[in-house]
């Protein structure tokens, strides 16, 4: 089937602290995978993205994991900062002889000051 | 260099009534899809229209629609609205080759 999953639907950070946002999928056959970021009232915005060839990739305070064997993803941000509150989505493309972009339903971050 | 930008930003329908909404991509993509997001879910796929036509579809009904025109930009029409197709529109472009998406800031359908 195609679904994106969610381990947990919020997650309450201090912060400072690093996040860890993790999320599970079931197309064996992705080979894309994508992290957006959702503020309250707007559109998702990319933030990283990392292949299937790749187990790791880093940006700015943003990693992304990839482990294919138990088709699990994660993202993780440094020194998280009030501005990151946002809702999580992971995301896989499924291609169709084109592509479509799946997503899961999502996890809150909530930052705490 | 603007991004995907989609109007309205909010609009409230009846039921039974149809609704048009307007998307124009980033420059410099051709392809288009559009996503339904339910208040606390993930965006769903409603289709995908590349070189003006209707690439690929997902699990919507018949009274979704789109078009895209010979400028890329793009409309997604809803007939016949029904009260769970209240949700935020997004469009999401992306440029030929590439495979990674980029959302406007949505539109808003409110069906009383």
């Known amino acids: 089937g195609e679904s994106v999953g969610l381990h947990l639907p919020t997650l309450s950070v201090q912060e400072g602290d690093n996040s860890i946002i993790n999320c599970a999928y079931s197309n064996s056959a992705s080979d894309y995978f994508i992290w957006y970021k959702q503020e309250s009232g707007k559109g998702p915005q990319f933030i990283i993205d990392?292949?299937?060839?790749?187990d790791k990739r880093q940006g700015q305070r943003v990693t992304v994991l990839l482990n294919k064997t138990v088709k699990h993803l994660s993202l993780q941000i440094a020194a998280t900062q009030p501005g990151d509150s946002a809702v999580y989505f992971c995301?896989?493309?499924?291609?169709?002889?084109?592509?479509?972009?799946?997503f899961g339903a999502g996890t809150r971050l909530f930052v705490k000051a | 260099d603007a991004g995907v930008t989609q109007s309205p930003t909010h609009l409230i329908k009846t039921r039974g009534q149809q609704v048009t909404l307007r998307c124009s991509p980033k420059s410099g993509h051709d392809t288009v899809s559009w996503y339904q997001q339910a208040l606390g879910q993930g965006p769903q796929f409603i289709f995908q229209y590349y070189e003006e036509e209707e690439r690929q579809r997902g699990n919507f009904p018949d009274r979704f629609s789109g078009h895209q025109f010979p400028n890329y930009s793009s409309e997604l029409n809803v007939n016949a609205l029904l009260l769970g197709d209240s949700a935020l529109y997004l469009c999401?472009?992306?440029?030929?080759?590439?495979?990674?998406?980029?959302f406007g800031e949505g539109s808003w359908l409110t069906v009383v």
């Open positions: 990392i292949r299937s060839n790749m």
């Open positions: 995301a896989e493309n499924i291609d169709t002889g084109g592509f479509k972009t799946i």
């Open positions: 999401a472009s992306s440029p030929a080759g590439g495979n990674t998406i980029y």
